[in-house]
């Protein structure tokens, strides 16, 4: 049996961080499918459509890496791919108990299904897609941050 892993977020914008965990994670399962999610809680700086045209054009060497959109829960999507590994990264002290509470509601909605952590690098701990907008708001350099076709794109999106 293929071992599937997803990997969900917003991705608002892709950062070096994301593409760190989805490089590590695409060793170690078959196939992986980085999830962009559209969800009415959260206010985006791009459209769900150029959040997966970011991630594509960034992850297009990859062989076994797919890229798809869903607006709803992921274990829903999740059973629909038969996938039975959600995989999240973490960062901070900050992140483990919004990551605890939501990999334990998946377990509650669907058992089947596990939640795997994976701890982000050093070099890369302090990026999140937040950050990387509040330094493109106040015109800080982002080299290093995001892949470097994304720059333009982010500043073109702050300036409209
Ligand atoms: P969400 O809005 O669902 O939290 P994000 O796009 O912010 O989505 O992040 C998706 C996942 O990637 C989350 O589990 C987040 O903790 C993780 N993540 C984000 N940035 C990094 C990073 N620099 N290193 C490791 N994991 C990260």
Redesign the pocket.
């Known amino acids: 049996m293929s071992k599937i892993a997803v990997?969900?977020?917003?991705?608002?914008p892709?950062?070096?961080?994301?593409l760190?965990?989805i490089e590590r994670i695409s060793k170690i399962f078959d196939h992986v499918i980085v999830l962009t999610?559209e969800?009415s809680q959260?206010n985006y700086l791009f459209p769900v459509q150029e959040r997966s045209e970011f991630l594509k054009k960034a992850l297009e060497h990859f062989k076994n890496v797919e890229v798809d959109v869903f607006s709803g829960l992921t274990v829903d999507y999740m059973r629909k791919r038969q996938a039975h590994v959600i995989v999240?990264?973490?960062?901070a002290v900050a992140?483990f108990e919004?990551?605890g509470t939501l990999a334990n509601m998946n377990y509650r909605l669907a058992p089947e299904i596990e939640t795997f952590m994976?701890?982000?690098?050093p070099e890369?701990?302090?990026?999140?897609?937040?950050a990387v907008k509040e330094v493109a708001r106040n015109s800080g350099n982002l080299k290093g941050l995001v892949p470097d076709f994304i720059i333009p794109e982010i500043s073109k999106k702050l300036r409209g």
């Open positions: 990997y969900p977020g917003s991705f608002d892709v950062t070096i961080g994301h760190d965990i999610a969800s959260k999240r990264g973490l960062r992140d919004y990551e994976i701890f982000s690098r890369y701990y302090f990026i999140s897609s937040r």
